[in-house]
């Protein structure tokens, strides 16, 4: 079995204690710190800008995987690689040239993610897979925590380890969105190596995030 990396999406946090909570879940074992970006016009919430994303960075060593949820996405990549992100993640739709936005991260010398939503069809992948660094697959539409793992997403995540295994590239599967400890499991069964949990690893307060992570993992 694969190794899988567990990536707490501090949207379940309390806001209020961020810098804390991000080092607490970065003791309990978390690999990547998960930062959801929402613009309340790409999906319908707002969170967190890079203004914050750069307050949290001294808390933590730990990678930080940014899910951008924005459109249109280059006007604000720079600001995110200067915050602190390691890894950027951004959505096909989120604006007209897909390799034009991989190259953009990696120039600015930061590991490049896609994001694919619920409906959006793998083949998005088929002339980029060997530039990116990251294929994120949501098992909830994007906007909230705390909601249910979309089933249909299974054979996406299938044909994915598939592809990636194939090209012999380290290319990170992640899968965001309703993963518990019944979900994880079948999402890793499927060739996820990369869980996103928010409502999982934040349940119970600080004493139990060791606990939730290594159940997830
Ligand atoms: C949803 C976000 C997710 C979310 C996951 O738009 O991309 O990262 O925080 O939350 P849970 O784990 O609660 O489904
Ligand atoms: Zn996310």
């Given at each position: 079995?694969?190794?899988?990396?567990?990536a707490?999406?501090?949207?379940?946090a309390?806001?209020a204690?961020?810098?804390?909570?991000?080092?607490?879940?970065?003791a309990?074992?978390?690999?990547?710190?998960?930062?959801?970006?929402?613009?309340?016009?790409?999906?319908?919430?707002l969170?967190?800008?890079?203004?914050?994303?750069?307050?949290?960075?001294?808390?933590?060593a730990?990678?930080?995987d940014?899910?951008l949820?924005?459109?249109p996405?280059?006007?604000?990549?720079?600001?995110?690689?200067?915050?602190?992100?390691?890894i950027?993640?951004?959505?096909?739709?989120?604006g007209?040239h897909?390799?034009?936005?991989i190259?953009?991260?990696?120039s600015?010398?930061?590991k490049?993610?896609?994001?694919l939503?619920?409906?959006t069809?793998?083949?998005?992948?088929?002339?980029?897979?060997e530039?990116?660094?990251?294929?994120?697959?949501?098992?909830?539409?994007?906007?909230?925590?705390?909601?249910?793992?979309?089933q249909?997403q299974?054979?996406?995540?299938?044909?994915?380890?598939?592809?990636?295994d194939?090209?012999?590239?380290?290319?990170?599967?992640e899968?965001?969105g309703?993963?518990?400890?019944e979900t994880?499991?079948?999402?890793?069964?499927?060739g996820?190596?990369?869980?996103?949990?928010?409502?999982?690893t934040f349940?119970?307060?600080?004493?139990?995030?060791?606990?939730n992570?290594?159940?997830?993992r």
């Amino acid at each position: 079995m694969r190794p899988v990396k567990i990536a707490p999406s501090i949207l379940s946090a309390d806001f209020a204690r961020l810098g804390e909570e991000v080092r607490a879940v970065d003791a309990a074992g978390a690999d990547y710190i998960h930062i959801d970006v929402m613009d309340g016009h790409f999906v319908p919430n707002l969170t967190i800008g890079p203004a914050v994303v750069k307050a949290l960075r001294p808390h933590t060593a730990k990678p930080f995987d940014v899910h951008l949820m924005i459109a249109p996405v280059d006007p604000y990549v720079a600001a995110f690689a200067d915050a602190g992100a390691d890894i950027i993640t951004f959505h096909p739709e989120a604006g007209p040239h897909v390799h034009r936005t991989i190259q953009l991260i990696k120039s600015l010398g930061k590991k490049a993610g896609i994001s694919l939503n619920p409906a959006t069809p793998l083949e998005v992948v088929d002339y980029i897979l060997e530039d990116i660094d990251l294929v994120l697959v949501m098992t909830v539409n994007p906007g909230f925590g705390g909601q249910s793992f979309i089933q249909s997403q299974l054979p996406k995540i299938r044909e994915l380890r598939r592809r990636i295994d194939a090209l012999g590239k380290p290319i990170d599967l992640e899968v965001d969105g309703g993963i518990n400890a019944e979900t994880a499991r079948i999402a890793i069964e499927a060739g996820a190596d990369v869980l996103v949990a928010g409502t999982a690893t934040f349940t119970g307060g600080p004493q139990h995030y060791a606990e939730n992570i290594s159940k997830l993992r």
